[in-house]
């Protein structure tokens, strides 16, 4: 996961954990600290491809919907993300082609997920 330099890779190993925490449902629980640590950690990362981020925002709600309530400890943590994702803004003059994009697919992803943790709530 932590092969930066291959995007692909990572993207494999981010849709894994999602595979791996529907297929558990509620018994992925004990395993998703780890999963979120490298996930927020991966998400820190200046140099992660941002296609890679986008799909590492749908996996946290891959396992909010696997675990349920059981994802109250990483709520703070996944809303702070999609909160700093939702401060970012455009520049219609210096942002390369494709930005505006990207952060209209980071929206709404990050409102996929807000979704899916409020039910929670």
Known sequence: MQSYE????????VGLIGDICRALG??????????????LE???????DRQVKITIVSCFGDIAMSIGPNFE????????????????AADPVSDMPGNHM????????GLQLARVLTSFA
């Open 102 to 109: 990207w952060l209209l697919t980071v929206a709404i992803g």
């Open 26 to 39: 509620d018994e992925a629980a004990p395993y998703c600290n780890t999963f979120m640590t490298v996930l």
């Open 73 to 88: 400890p990483y709520f703070a943590a996944t809303m702070g993300v999609l909160r700093s994702a939702g401060e970012q």
């Open 6 to 13: 291959d995007p692909q890779l990572c993207s494999v190993a």
């Open 42 to 48: 991966s998400l820190q990362s200046p140099v992660l």
